[in-house]
């Protein structure tokens, strides 16, 4: 029986294990993750703006995979590759295989500044959705009990770095959380005067959508209260403020949400990389001189049609995990492995309320069509009918009385710092 062994219970990893899942008397299949949880990234902003709660978004990836009896899930990390004898290492055992598929997503990059991340941390992982929602909630809290007006004022600034698509969920997250969720809630401060800043060091926000619709995204961010600035590359980061071109900002809550690099293992490989670091993969997903190894998802680089690389989007990671498993299947048929060929479905972004963008090609939606196409798309892709009925219900709920439920300020943030986040 071959052995396959999947590294990331990722949207790539996971849409592998469940095909391969399905031959329980060909493959023997082990999954390994650093995490016991699937995460699904898409509504992280909402767990960090106190929209939703972490077990909203994430489920044990051992209770997804336990009707497969031929799938056995460990907890761990690969550390290398030992690629003359086939063999997994991982932080505690070295696991042989016959396939490997590498699904371990990417972190953000701070561009060569890796010291601005305890200033700014990026929105990847559960323990900083967690901890982002510290601070903006603390920031609140600080600002209450604070006489001095511009010491106030500080803690009632926000800076968002990176205007794609997790940056304008945010911002427009912390807009609507300011103007509906905390107004009647203080007493000394007034939550709508809070200054929230997206930075954007290129020329417009979500430049991956047609400028029409960017510029609908920007009015929909300024109804919002949010400043948008494109244009503006952030120069220094510090615990006081951030500096943009040559403008100080001060404020203590600057959120990261720009620039992509690989995780670390790539950088042990010796394989191809490109300028992120992603693993460059042939035609079949596999590493160019290893043919029984797979990469998929946000670690690999595979180009599109256009000659450009496949963006990091669950919709491209869990068809690679899709044609890998499905590849590897028919070479066990003895049938020739089929080339990757990427499906675009189209693309959405939030804004806030009845506030999105659309984008299937020829048919383009903003305001509460996208909206509302956004949120079915996003329940029907969630894992789990008690994710799916739960966030629904919270949903709901929160567009009627626009409350945000989550609004707990835990003191963690020792955690998230002893924690490295690769
Ligand atoms: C905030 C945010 C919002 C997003 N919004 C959207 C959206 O609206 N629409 C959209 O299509 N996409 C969105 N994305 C992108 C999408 O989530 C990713 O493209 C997708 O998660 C990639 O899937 P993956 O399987 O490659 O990696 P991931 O989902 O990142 O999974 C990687 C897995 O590998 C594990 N892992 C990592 N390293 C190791 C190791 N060394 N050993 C063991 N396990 C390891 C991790 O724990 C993780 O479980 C968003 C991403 C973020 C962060």
């Known amino acids: 029986m071959k052995h396959i062994v999947i590294v990331g219970g990722g949207f790539a990893g996971l849409q592998a294990a469940k095909i391969l899942g399905k031959y329980k008397n060909t493959f023997k299949?082990?999954?390994?993750?650093?995490?016991?949880?699937?995460?699904?990234?898409?509504?992280?902003?909402?767990?960090?703006?106190?929209?939703?709660?972490?077990?909203?978004?994430?489920?044990?990836?051992?209770?997804?995979?336990?009707?497969?009896?031929?799938?056995?899930?460990?907890?761990?990390?690969?550390?290398?590759?030992?690629?003359?004898?086939?063999?997994?290492?991982?932080?505690?055992?070295?696991?042989?295989f016959d396939y490997l598929i590498l699904a371990c997503g990417v972190k953000h990059s701070y561009f060569g500044n890796s010291d601005w991340e305890k200033f700014a941390p990026g929105l990847k992982t559960l323990e900083q959705a967690m901890e982002i929602r510290r601070r903006i909630l603390s920031a609140f809290e600080k600002a209450e009990r604070e006489q001095n007006l511009s010491k106030r004022k500080k803690y009632q600034t926000f800076v968002v770095v990176g205007g794609g698509p997790t940056g304008v969920e945010l911002a427009g997250s912390i807009g609507e959380m300011t103007r509906y969720a905390l107004v009647k809630d203080f007493r000394s401060i007034d939550p709508k005067l809070t200054r929230i800043i997206l930075i954007e060091a290129g020329e417009r926000i979500l430049s991956s959508f047609n400028p029409n619709q960017s510029s609908r995204a920007t009015r929909d961010l300024e109804k919002l209260g949010v400043q948008v600035w494109t244009s503006s590359p952030v120069s220094t980061i510090d615990d006081t403020g951030i500096m943009v071109d040559n403008e100080r900002i001060e404020t203590e809550t600057v959120l990261w949400a720009a620039g992509i690099s690989a995780t670390e293992l790539n950088n042990r490989l010796g394989v191809d990389l490109n300028r992120h670091g992603q693993i460059i993969v042939q035609d079949d997903l596999s590493i160019k001189n290893h043919n029984n190894i797979f990469v998929a998802g946000d670690q690999a680089c595979f180009c599109g049609k256009d000659g450009n690389p496949l963006p990091c989007l669950s919709p491209v990671a869990i068809q690679q995990g899709t044609n890998i498993a499905k590849n590897i299947v028919r070479e066990n048929k003895k049938l020739s492995r089929k080339k990757f060929k990427y499906r675009n479905k189209g693309a959405m972004a939030t804004i806030g309320k009845s506030k999105a963008i659309a984008d299937f090609g020829f048919l383009k939606f903003q305001g509460f069509t996208a909206w509302f196409l956004w949120l079915f798309v996003h329940i029907y892709f969630i894992t789990g009918f008690n994710n799916r009925f739960f966030i629904f219900i919270k949903w709901c709920t929160s567009y009627i009385t626009n409350k945000k439920g989550a609004r707990i300020i835990l003191n963690n943030s020792w955690r998230f710092f002893d924690k490295k986040t690769d």
């Not at 703006?49 to 460990?74: C, W, Y």
């Open 29 to 96: 299949v082990t999954l390994l993750d650093k995490n016991n949880h699937h995460l699904f990234q898409p509504l992280l902003y909402q767990v960090a703006t106190a929209g939703l709660s972490q077990s909203d978004i994430a489920v044990p990836i051992r209770s997804i995979l336990s009707k497969f009896r031929n799938i056995s899930v460990l907890q761990g990390t690969a550390t290398d590759i030992d690629f003359e004898n086939n063999r997994l290492i991982t932080d505690y055992k070295n696991i042989d």
